[in-house]
């Protein structure tokens, strides 16, 4: 059995992290509940794999007796995080996922205790969801101690992939989110917009508040009590966005959810190769004083999907080597702020 075991490995992401892992030597076993997609994956990767599903625990655990780690890809992670970390808790089998669903987060970090006691790590959110904004968020808190606010904005070139899509399906009634004082409030979603310079020629971009996975993460990292997380997009999808508030409700009922996620598997496919070759991703980070003070800094990095692969992969080997902080983490509490920066591509700069 591999110390390492990639659960939703034929999904979109998941079928690009096996691949790498295998390229590099990781050798995993390859776990999901479909047996077909499964036989097939493994064959071509020439990985051990194994058929279990999420709900049958005594085969969770005897798939995880003999691993160090378990990288979970299967989303939407609000229904697959609990019984994985469950399992994760009995095994003593360290914990990662690549969500960005800000619910999950606060759930997996009700379980810190839990997970310290038994000498276990929680880390979700090792891909893009958040490891560029997590590093950036410490970065900017390290620059500026006595910060109490926080903005972090992204902008992204890229499709998505179904699991994405079907995770946006899955909270499209959660309406918008910051945090204040320490504490997380609802908030109509696209509720604030501002101008970011993304810098490399993204001078100007038009941002608007999104309850992006940081409203609960860049807490944990930083500190720092009041996070507003915003995402690069014109006026006129700010405009819808605000409309498409008024809807919500109906977008919710089982049946449209139930339609949506149909309509979503028979369309969706996410990025292909020279999409993700040619893509970046930007990030920008302010943190400012009550008095006033400000420090601004930036990133830029590899496509979203591309970045999640090596940032996914980078955490999975240092928790394989024995660099896993117990009870729940971020992914720039666990390894610091120039984490990111080791992913191939990646830059960053200080503005202010």
């Known amino acids: 059995m591999s110390d390492l075991v990639v659960y939703g490995s034929y999904g979109y992401t998941g ?11 990781l050798d995993p076993v390859l776990a999901g509940r479909e047996r077909r997609s499964l036989e097939s994956q493994a064959a071509r990767l020439g990985c051990e794999f194994e058929v279990v ?21 299967a ?23 690549i969500t960005g669903e800000r619910t999950v987060f606060e759930a997996i970090h009700d379980q810190g205790d839990r997970a310290a006691d038994a000498g276990v790590m929680l880390l979700p959110g090792v891909g893009f969801d958040v490891v560029p904004t997590d590093c950036l ?3 900017v808190a ?10 972090l904005a992204f902008r992204a070139e890229n499709g998505v992939s179904r699991g994405t899509a079907k995770t946006m399906v899955e909270h499209v009634d959660g309406g918008g989110a910051v945090r204040r004082d320490g504490r997380i409030e609802r908030v109509p979603i696209a509720h604030e917009s501002r101008t970011v310079d993304f810098g490399w020629g993204l001078d100007g971009q038009h941002v608007a508040a999104i309850p992006w996975g940081d409203v609960a993460t860049a807490y ?3 500190g720092v009590p009041n996070v507003t997380t915003y995402m690069a997009m014109p006026e006129r999808a700010v405009q819808l966005q605000r409309a498409a508030g008024l809807v919500t409700p109906l977008l919710s009922l089982p049946p449209v959810r139930t339609g949506l996620q149909w309509l979503i598997e028979q369309t969706t496919e996410g990025p292909d190769a020279d999409e ?24 830029r990095g590899p496509h979203t999907y591309a970045l999640t692969v090596e ?42």
């Open 137 to 139: 968020a410490a970065h």
């Open 75 to 97: 989303g939407p992670f609000a229904r697959t995080w609990k019984p994985m970390v469950e399992a994760c808790l009995r095994t003593e089998t360290h914990y990662l996922d």
């Open 276 to 299: 993700r070759e040619r893509g970046e991703s930007y990030v920008w980070g302010e943190a400012t004083t009550a008095d006033g003070e400000r420090v601004v800094s930036r990133l």
């Open 15 to 25: 079928t690009l992290i096996a691949e790498a892992a295998t390229e590099r030597g």
């Open 220 to 222: 944990y990292t930083t």
């Open 311 to 352: 940032t996914a992969l980078a955490t999975a080997r240092r928790a394989l080597d024995g660099d896993a902080p117990v009870g729940f983490q971020t992914p720039a509490g666990a390894y610091g702020p120039d984490l990111i920066l080791g992913v191939e591509g990646v830059e960053r700069e200080d503005v202010v």
């Open 142 to 151: 390290q620059r500026l101690p006595d910060a109490d606010r926080l903005e």
């Open 53 to 73: 599903a999420l709900d049958e625990p005594k085969v969770l655990d005897m798939v995880l007796s003999d691993a160090t780690a378990v990288l979970n890809c």
